[in-house]
């Protein structure tokens, strides 16, 4: 049996690694254009930043892909044929295949901006973004960013690191308030601006202006300010990379459309990471995650199904996330910012603007978790949730979660304060 992954990412290597464990005498091939090996696609900024070096951000040693018996293929993939089962490769011999997993990842968005194409107008994606953005980099004193997602203000933090002027063109009224709750957007508007970067809220790119050789001189806003700037960063989110879908029957929605065993509507093809869109089952929406672990947990339940060991459907368990702010850390655990019927929320800030809490909780229990600028304990949070604890059990336990107490300022007395106060007070519950 020959198994062909196309993707090296998180999706393709965990599904890699996982069918070499279920499968250990088959032939497991890697495609991906964009590098031989598999790197954390997160540490980017860390390279531009010159926190880490490239060879720092592989997770696995050059040679540890031939120990482990799989192929590495540095190929683009120019269509998938279902009948012939053959990938066709740019340049070189097409690959068969007996199955295949498709884990072609993200691209960032562009919505037909005029002026999107210039030269210095870019997103943030792959290694060829990082490389480019190195060029763009050199020879620019402002940048514009476009788009206010995790990708935007990582972007905006790098090229801020260099020196460069940065304007960060945020539609909503809040970064990141169509996810985060008031209080933790708030915080890091507050972040942003404190950096010495220029956040402008409730605006959106209009236009990039050429410099008339091709290259951007300046971006419009749509309230028609001119900004100038030598680099425009496209951050406005990501969708997924289906490109390679073009000329072949596999079904594709927003994404490769596949079930809740990851199959798509080609035999013997499956597919799972940021590109996959899983069909739901009622009236709800299909979903699409596009976040590294659940690129990892769904790489890893596509192998079960490759191998034949497929148990019931895909599910992705109790949501979690984490990203840094600047210099604000953030987690998030199970339904934050989600307006479910009937939850309250309590919410803790410190007088510093640099920590807080928030718990959401229903009649049921505790639903949502959100950290910012302190850590809480992983398992302990998916427990918490699991488990439906009751809002006063989480508020009695709160040093259950404290991550490393001997590290870190304890902040709990004063957040239990705060909480029991509030809870005492129902009507006034919501902080
Ligand atoms: C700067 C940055 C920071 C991020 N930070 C976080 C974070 O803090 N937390 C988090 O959860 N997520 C983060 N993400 C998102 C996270 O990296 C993705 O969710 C994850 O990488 C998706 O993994 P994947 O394997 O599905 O796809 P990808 O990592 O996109 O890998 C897909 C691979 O397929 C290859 N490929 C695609 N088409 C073809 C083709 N036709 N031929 C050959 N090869 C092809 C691509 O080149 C790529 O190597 C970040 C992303 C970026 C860019």
């Given at each position: 049996m020959h198994v062909v992954i196309l993707g090296n990412g998180v999706a393709g290597v965990s599904a890699a690694l996982k069918l070499r464990e279920l499968q250990p005498a088959w032939e497991i091939t890697i495609v991906s254009g964009e590098s031989k090996y598999h790197y954390s696609r997160p540490a980017l900024m860390y390279i531009f930043m010159g926190h880490m070096r490239y060879q720092e951000t592989k997770p696995f040693?050059?040679?540890?892909?031939a120990q482990q018996r799989l192929e590495l293929v540095r190929a683009w993939v120019t269509r998938i044929d279902t009948s012939e089962k053959k990938l066709e490769?740019?340049?070189?011999?097409?690959?068969?295949?007996?199955?295949l997993l498709i884990a072609t990842g993200s691209k960032s968005n562009k919505f037909g901006w005029p002026g999107q194409d210039l030269d210095g107008v870019q997103g943030l994606w792959s290694l060829q973004d990082l490389k480019l953005l190195y060029a763009n980099?050199?020879?620019?004193?402002?940048?514009?960013?476009?788009?206010?997602?995790?990708?935007?203000?990582?972007l905006a933090e790098m090229l801020h690191s260099r020196g460069i002027h940065?304007?960060?063109?945020?539609?909503e009224s809040s970064y990141w308030n169509n996810i985060l709750p008031d209080g933790e957007s708030g915080m890091i508007n507050r972040e942003i601006r404190a950096h010495g970067i220029e956040l402008r809220l409730e605006t959106q790119l209009d236009h990039v202006v050429d410099d008339g050789t091709g290259r951007c001189r300046a971006v419009v806003?749509?309230?028609?300010?001119?900004?100038?700037?030598?680099?425009?960063?496209?951050t406005a989110g990501v969708s997924p990379n289906i490109a390679v879908l073009e000329g072949s029957d596999i079904e594709a929605g927003r994404g490769v459309l596949v079930?809740?065993?990851?199959?798509t509507s080609a035999p013997d093809v499956f597919a799972a990471g940021d590109c996959a869109e899983i069909r739901a089952k009622g009236d709800?929406?299909?979903t699409i995650q596009q976040v590294w672990y659940t690129g990892k947990m769904q790489g890893e339940f596509a192998a079960r199904g490759l191998a034949g060991k497929a148990t019931g459907d895909y599910d992705s368990g109790i949501y979690f996330n984490s990203a840094k702010f600047l210099d604000l850390e953030y987690h998030t655990y199970g339904l934050v910012g989600r307006h479910i019927a009937g939850e309250e929320n309590l919410y803790w800030e410190h007088p510093n603007g640099k920590h807080a809490v928030r718990i959401v909780y229903t009649d049921e229990g505790v639903i949502g978790l959100n950290t910012m600028g302190l850590r809480w304990r992983h398992e302990v949070c998916e427990r918490w949730l699991r488990d439906r604890i009751s809002v006063d059990e989480a508020v009695r336990r709160l040093e259950e979660?404290?991550?490393?107490?001997?590290?870190?300022?304890?902040?709990?007395?004063?957040?239990?304060?705060?909480?029991?106060?509030a809870l005492q007070q129902p009507t006034e519950g919501a902080l």
């Open positions: 040693a050059d040679s540890f892909w490769l740019h340049g070189q011999a097409p690959l068969g295949y007996d199955q980099a050199e020879r620019a004193r402002k940048a514009v960013i476009v788009g206010g997602g995790l990708i935007g203000i990582e940065v304007t960060f063109l945020v539609m806003t749509n309230h028609g300010d001119e900004i100038d700037c030598q680099i425009v960063g496209l079930d809740g065993n990851l199959r709800e929406r299909n979660p404290y991550f490393e107490p001997e590290l870190y300022f304890r902040h709990e007395p004063f957040i239990r304060r705060a909480f029991s106060e």
